[in-house]
């Protein structure tokens, strides 16, 4: 399965952006997807995640409230709407999905593939 992050972009503090996340390849609807990001000089953190059918979501506690994700199944593409940005949003956001189907986990070793990221930067 390949999975292709969109929506890199630059946008000012209190802006907003969405990230999509395509796959192709496997089913989509049997995978649950997760976001994540990784801002320079720091490790990957958990962002985000969405059961298969997306009526189980997760978040971290920097997102929560500000960042919305998503899913359309017949567009096999996953979302991240991200609102009222900071500039310690600033980070290489990647997808992943698992095939633990349910799972809203935070954990990346759940994730079974991924995309290679999209940039983010969020100016004060």
């Known amino acids: 399965v390949q999975l292709q992050a969109y929506g890199e972009g630059l946008v000012q503090a209190g802006g907003s952006l969405r990230l999509s996340c395509a796959a192709s390849?496997?089913?989509?609807?049997?995978?649950?997807m997760g976001w994540f990001r990784q801002a320079p000089g720091k490790e990957r953190e958990f962002v985000a995640a969405?059961?298969?059918?997306?009526?189980?979501?997760y978040y971290a506690d920097s997102v929560k409230g500000r960042f919305t994700i998503s899913r359309d199944n017949a567009k096999n593409t996953g979302y991240l709407q991200m609102d009222s940005l900071i500039p310690e949003d600033t980070a290489r956001y990647s997808c992943?999905?698992?095939?633990?189907?349910?799972?809203?986990?935070?954990?990346?070793?759940?994730?079974?593939?991924w995309g290679q990221g999209t940039l983010v930067t969020v100016s004060s």
């Open positions: 992943g999905i698992s095939r633990y189907r349910s799972t809203t986990s935070g954990l990346p070793d759940d994730y079974d593939y």
């Open positions: 390849g496997r089913t989509f609807s049997n995978y649950a």
């Open positions: 969405i059961s298969w059918g997306g009526r189980s979501t």
